[in-house]
């Protein structure tokens, strides 16, 4: 039996999931503890803060079909795209939210192929040219992982179910 001080201060270290935490990772079902198929309230719940829109300074709801929800309004780290109520892919802007195996923003494309292997599928990035691709990883059935890279940097990245990890616009 874990007596009471062990759990108190393992609980005390570790803090809110959301919060600033080093750990925080994407992986092929979400991110830290929020999963794919999650409910908006799930998520928020796994978070410890509430997922909130700021389209349009929140004056208008959202549209269900397809809307983007982020942890306490913060724009500059993580989007979590929602589909009439369901996490359906999570987007990663900020250097601070690594994949499991270590790359993120800012990472090298090689360093994402060197992670990732043979299965990552290349394609050109309709906006950025020649400076442009993305790399995708077919992580689970109905699932993947994209990498946008500009000049041989990831941009940002995203993993979600399919078709939607797959719109290089979001939900436009």
């Avoid at 906006?127 to 691709?133: I, N, P, S, T």
């Amino acid at each position: 039996m874990i007596p009471f001080r062990v759990l108190f201060l393992a609980l005390a270290l570790t803090g809110p999931a959301w919060a600033g935490e080093p750990g925080l990772v994407l992986h092929e079902n979400g991110c830290g503890p929020v999963f794919l198929g999650m409910t908006v309230d799930q998520a928020a719940t796994a978070l410890g803060e509430p997922l909130t829109s700021t389209w349009m300074g929140g004056r208008f709801k959202p549209d269900p079909a397809c809307h983007y929800l982020y942890p306490g309004g913060d724009m500059t780290r993580l989007g979590f795209m929602v589909s009439e109520g369901i996490i359906v892919r999570v987007d990663v802007y900020s250097t601070d939210v690594p994949t499991d195996r270590g790359v993120g923003v800012g990472s090298t494309e090689s360093q994402v192929r060197a992670a990732y292997g043979p299965g990552v599928e290349e394609r050109p990035h309709p906006y950025l040219g020649a400076r442009g691709k993305t790399l995708t990883v077919d992580t689970a059935p109905g699932r993947a992982m994209v990498f946008e890279v500009e000049e041989g940097r990831v941009l940002r990245l995203r993993t979600g179910r399919l078709p939607q990890a797959l719109w290089i616009e979001g939900c436009s």
